[in-house]
């Protein structure tokens, strides 16, 4: 029987190939994770998820989380994702993180998105409840509930709390996204 309930959080990953992703991307990611947490931002608690298209692809780290030390061995390269068969295919060593499937989606869906910053921090969130647009409605991670949920909401903004998880900048590029970030950061002092 096919399950066609497209809310449930599970996706295959098809490792394309397991070797490092040559994108050059990787050290515009390593060092703007590395400046979140020489400021503070981010801790061994936070959750930094920050993906980059790439052509037609998009490179995402992995489940490794301290950023201070970040190498190269943890970013993957995504290559290709079907929502309705829940297929992904990638390249790279380590863990998919769960949230890849709604980046992939986001960053297809909007083309001026080439940036997504994404930080897991409910004790975030209670700093800054009133300043951006906030989700409607809570979603599991990972599905097209949360993907449809996050575009409804970034209608209106760049930089929305994702309810009960954290908060979602996009942007064009990487600066952009990164001064918003520490923008956020320092009004929350």
């Not at 040559?22 to 503070?40: H, T």
């Not at 298209?53 to 489940?63: C, F, P, V, W």
């Not at 068969?85 to 001026?112: F, M, N, Q, S, Y």
């Amino acid at each position: 029987m096919i399950d066609n309930n497209l809310t449930t959080v599970n996706f295959q990953t098809i490792f394309l190939s397991k070797e490092h992703s040559k994108c050059p991307l990787i050290s515009n990611i390593a060092r703007f994770g590395k400046k979140l947490k020489d400021l503070d931002i981010i801790n061994q608690f936070t959750l930094l998820i920050v993906s980059m298209e790439y052509g037609k692809r998009m490179l995402i780290n992995n489940n490794y989380t301290d950023f201070g030390k970040i190498k190269i061995e943890n970013f993957l390269e995504i290559v290709d994702y079907n929502p309705v068969k829940r297929i992904l295919l990638a390249i790279g060593p380590g863990e998919i993180l769960i949230e890849t499937p709604v980046h992939w989606i986001i960053h297809h869906a909007r083309k001026d998105v080439n940036v997504i910053v994404q930080i897991n921090d409910e004790r975030l969130i209670e700093k800054i409840v009133k300043k951006y647009p906030i989700t409607e409605q809570e979603k599991p991670s990972g599905t097209i509930d949360l993907a449809k949920e996050l575009l409804k909401t970034l209608r209106t903004a760049n930089s929305i709390i994702i309810k009960n998880k954290g908060i979602l900048f996009v942007g064009n590029n990487l600066k952009e996204v990164e001064n918003r970030v520490i923008k956020l950061y320092e009004e929350c002092k």
